[in-house]
């Protein structure tokens, strides 16, 4: 009885999942249309999904809601606006995008084959890349595929975990389809995609050409089992990517969480009918009721990062504080870029720390576009970095791989990318 009220309450949060990802999409074409709906729809949906969240994020989840409650008060005590509409939408479209992405596992995963993984240096390159650029699209989905393929016959190797770990976070530099887009955004009012996503693919292929030439020195590649990879495994992740940017170049008034929603939902059931008819439509309407239900670990974390950052806002506005912050350029970006990784590696989200950074600069009028690029490498590096991060657990948990193996081997990579990032902002900066 109980697993089936379980059943029933998930189901229920799939259904509203998917209609705060339509009422987004709304608000998003006719701004008249208010955001609220969109952010309660999802707050009702992470109350049905509460008792699913593991306990460790249950924690930072009330620590953001008392610290970003405790803001709201003192602002409302100092005579400040209540935000009513801003804390249940903050970042509705950012979680809106996060849903409807999860559609595009449905089409884009690669066909399971039985044969033999390729041996040696080119294997290693391409599994690299493969899951970068599959992972910029389909997210964390791309590393499970990628490793239970790589792990089904062998235990995976920490050479491989290595390859899958970099891979995967240097996309958060620049995908448009990534969470840490979503948060950058929301949280740099005025930052533009083109922007971010111009300035950040550089870097994360620094990452990918400093993780190959890295991981090939002195034949260490020589015993690396690759994946099979495809053509047929990239192109609809390229296709997804090239039409987003010409529909933003179309309509640039559209936002671009927008358009990455309608593109998502539409583009999926488009395929799905075209390529299985009505059981594509089944396959469709299952992942509503089985699939959506399960970010609900993001869902209560990007909800309570909201209430944090508009707490946060709140509270400095009301207390008239003023930040001695002459300027906010290469060398301040750069310190703050260094501290938030800092704390990613000991195991603060960088939900948290960007929420944090956002509710506090945001306001002060600084270079949205710096600010959001260094929001979008601090992901990057600090998900790369952390053990404790949700990549990272995923692959021990998964893989049975050693934290403190991990940690040495992408240790000193995280500080090379620290200075490469470094003079990514310093050239964005002069420019």
Not at 44 to 57: M, N, P, Y
Not at 132 to 161: C, E, K, W, Y
Not at 212 to 234: D, I, K, S
Not at 420 to 427: F, I, Y
Request: aromatic share 8%.
């Amino acid at each position: 009885m109980k697993q089936f009220h379980q059943s029933v309450t998930e189901k229920l949060a799939g259904l509203l999942l998917f209609l705060m990802v339509l009422l987004s999409i709304l608000h998003g074409l006719y701004g008249e249309f208010p955001a609220y709906p969109a952010g309660g729809l999802g707050w009702l949906a992470a109350l049905l999904l509460v008792t699913t969240v593991k306990l460790i994020q249950r924690i930072q989840v009330i620590a953001m809601l008392l610290v970003g409650g405790g803001g709201l008060l003192w602002g409302v005590f100092n005579g400040a606006e209540i935000p009513v509409e801003k804390v249940f939408s903050t970042n509705q479209a950012m979680l809106a995008m996060l849903a409807s992405v999860s559609f595009l596992r449905l089409v884009t995963q690669p066909a399971i084959c039985d044969e033999a993984l390729p041996q040696g240096s080119r294997p290693l390159w391409r599994t690299l890349f493969g899951v970068h650029f599959l992972g910029s699209v389909i997210n964390m989905s791309s590393v499970v595929i990628i490793g239970d393929r790589l792990s089904a016959n062998r235990p995976m190797t920490s050479l491989q975990a290595c390859v899958l770990s970099r891979g995967f976070a240097m996309a958060a530099n620049w995908s448009p389809f990534f969470a840490a887009m979503g948060v950058a955004l929301s949280n740099a009012p005025g930052a533009q995609l083109t922007t971010l996503s111009l300035v950040g693919f550089p870097v994360a292929m620094l990452g990918l050409l400093l993780t190959g030439w890295e991981l090939t020195r002195h034949g260490r590649a020589g015993q690396f089992h690759g994946y099979p990879m495809r053509f047929g495994t990239l192109w609809i992740p390229g296709l997804l990517a090239l039409m987003l940017m010409l529909l933003h170049h179309a309509w640039p008034a559209i936002p671009i969480l927008t358009l990455i929603c309608a593109l998502s939902l539409s583009t999926t059931l488009l395929i799905l009918v075209l390529r299985h008819g009505r059981t594509g439509i089944d396959a469709y309407a299952q992942h509503i009721r089985i699939g959506l239900p399960r970010m609900s670990g993001e869902l209560l974390l990007f909800l309570a990062a909201g209430v944090l950052a508009t707490g946060i806002a709140s509270a400095i506005q009301a207390s008239h504080l003023a930040l001695d912050l002459q300027q906010f350029g290469a060398a301040e970006a750069s310190l703050l870029l260094l501290a938030m990784v800092t704390v990613s590696v000991i195991g603060i989200h960088p939900v948290i720390s960007i929420a944090t950074a956002g509710g506090v600069l945001a306001p002060l009028g600084v270079d949205p576009n710096l600010l959001g690029i260094t929001f979008l490498m601090t992901w990057a590096i600090g998900v790369c970095a952390s053990p404790l991060s949700g990549l990272q657990l995923t692959i021990q948990g998964r893989y049975q791989v050693n934290a403190l193996t991990m940690l040495r081997m992408n240790g000193g990579f995280a500080l090379v990318m620290l200075a490469g990032a470094t003079v990514a902002l310093t050239l964005y900066a002069g420019v």
